[in-house]
């Protein structure tokens, strides 16, 4: 696959990449696996640390360089770049405070003699990520891996290599050792062929389902543990008592923000049947009012789809929800004044179950309304579904809406907000969303290795 930036808005390709060779995958090995010996053992955690707070200090000097980067890789809003940029930053103020903590060791409590567990480095890991947060999802397993000690190969997504490899080229001017994050342009076979090699021992990716199948297959033909961080198909749930106009003040962000193209998006809204007819005024409201146009201009409320290829799978997702019945409440229009890759904003409803596109994931600014009569209604629809990411609930009465949210089959929800990504709160889901968590102490200790020492009573 050719690894190149084709900016969306222009339709220009700006940079092109040729790939990399075996021989350059054997020297990342060889220096990773070098720093994982030295870093095993707690080995230059202050020295990491320092790195870690450098490349926080050069992300916010650098902010509006690199997200510019980020704009024309995959054509994501300048302003929703930088603020990008900004959260991979907290990313490192929270590990570097958190770090000596997490590290120490654990004290096991046993009737005889004593036993501590230590958490070590497990070696180098191949990560695997997408294109719709360039930055934040390298960022959120390699700050985190670097202070434990895990080394880290990093195979980015073929249409955002410009990104990738400026935040590696960061990571080493904050003053990382060579092998700390080795960017590479390589095949899907040499990924295989990196998880593969026993200096290897984790696999993480965040992607497509598609994508997370093929990589956890390697990971587990080689038994490497592995986290999968999957497509979603995020219920928002909303009760018979919501305020309307808080509402559609979290419509925009939750449905139409990096152009859609958010795992934790809400893609479908599940609507009592008291309040759906005014959602959907409000909804279209929220949809007609945005201003497509240059990402790189801030006035600019609705980006370029990251690719012509995207476009075209969405537009074909729309199609056949509507030959299978579907209507259009608003949108699914050529978008004909503009040149890049955008989507009209489109309101589906009448969904049936039966409708092949109501267990797949809409990556782009779709949104699907679903009416409901009672609560337990609102639950199976949302229930229904291969996946199981993030989730909301929208509701006046607190109580209640923890009651929902605790019965939706997600690995999180949100009350009263779109979804939401902070260093301190663990991101993951459940059944096609994929497994394991990134961020917070749960992601912390992914690729830990809980290493007991037991000593014996004499
Ligand atoms: P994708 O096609 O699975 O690609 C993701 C990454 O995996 C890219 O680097 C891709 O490389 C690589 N890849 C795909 N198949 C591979 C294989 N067989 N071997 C090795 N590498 C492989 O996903 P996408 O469509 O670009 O990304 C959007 C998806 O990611 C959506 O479903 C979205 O919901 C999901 N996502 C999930 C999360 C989360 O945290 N759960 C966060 C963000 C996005 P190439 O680019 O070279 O194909």
């Known amino acids: ?20 060779s075996d021989a350059d995958i054997e020297k990342a090995l060889t220096a990773g696996y070098a720093l994982y010996l030295k870093w095993r053992n707690g080995g ?24 510019t980067l980020m704009t024309h890789d995959m054509g994501k809003l300048i302003g929703e770049a930088e603020g990008e940029v900004e959260l991979c930053a907290s990313f490192c103020d ?43 999802q390298i960022a959120r ?94 219920a928002f749930i ?13 419509i925009f962000f939750s449905r139409l923000y990096n152009a859609g193209q958010v795992c934790t998006s809400s893609k479908r809204f599940i609507v009592s049947d008291k309040l759906y007819d005014e959602f959907l005024k409000r909804a279209k409201k929220v949809f007609s009012s945005v201003k497509m146009g240059d990402p790189m201009d801030p006035s600019t409320t609705l980006a370029p789809m990251n690719s012509k290829r995207a476009k075209e799978k969405l ?66 629809i949302a229930n229904d579904s291969s996946y199981g990411l993030g989730s909301t609930v929208f509701s006046e009465n607190i109580p209640e809406a923890r009651k929902v949210a605790a019965q939706i089959d997600t690995g999180m929800t949100w009350i009263n907000n779109g979804w939401a990504s902070l260093p301190e709160i663990p991101f993951g889901g459940v059944k096609h969303s994929g497994y394991g968590r990134e961020l917070a102490k749960q992601g912390f200790f992914s690729f830990v290795n809980d290493h007991l020492v037991y000593e014996a009573e004499n």
């Open 94 to 136: 929270y590990y570097v405070k958190k770090a000596d903590e997490f590290l120490a060791p654990t004290p096991v409590y046993t009737t005889s003699g004593n036993a501590y567990v230590l958490h070590q480095a497990t070696g180098v890991l191949m990560a695997v990520e997408p294109w719709n947060f360039p930055f934040y």
């Open 44 to 67: 230059e955690l202050e020295e990491r640390k320092q790195i870690i707070t450098r490349l926080g200090q050069l992300l916010r000097e650098k902010k509006h360089a690199m997200a």
């Open 238 to 250: 909303v009760l018979p008592d919501a305020d309307i106009d808080k509402l559609e003040k979290v």
């Open 315 to 380: 537009q074909k997702q729309v199609d056949t929800a509507v030959a299978n019945g579907a209507k259009v409440y608003y949108g699914n229009q050529p978008v004909t004044d503009q040149e890049g890759q955008f989507f009209m904003p489109t309101i589906l409803t009448d969904i049936s179950r039966d409708n092949p596109v109501f267990d797949q994931e809409m990556f782009g600014p779709v949104m699907s309304v679903y009416k409901y009569h009672d609560v337990a209604e609102a639950i199976d």
């Open 141 to 234: 397993v390699f700050i985190p891996n670097f202070l434990v000690g895990n080394p880290m190969i990093l195979k980015d997504a073929s249409n955002c290599p410009t990104s990738a490899q400026a935040f590696a080229n960061l990571v080493k001017e904050a003053g990382a050792p060579e092998g700390s994050l080795t960017n590479m342009f390589i095949s899907y076979d040499q990924v295989a062929a990196v998880i593969a090699d026993k200096r290897c021992q984790g696999v993480c990716l965040t992607g497509s389902e598609r994508g997370g199948k093929s990589v956890a297959t390697e990971a587990a033909t080689n038994l490497k543990k592995n986290t999968m961080e999957l497509g979603g198909n995020d």
């Open 1 to 20: 696959m050719a690894y190149k930036t084709t900016n969306p808005y222009t339709n220009e390709v700006e940079h092109e990449y040729p790939q990399a």
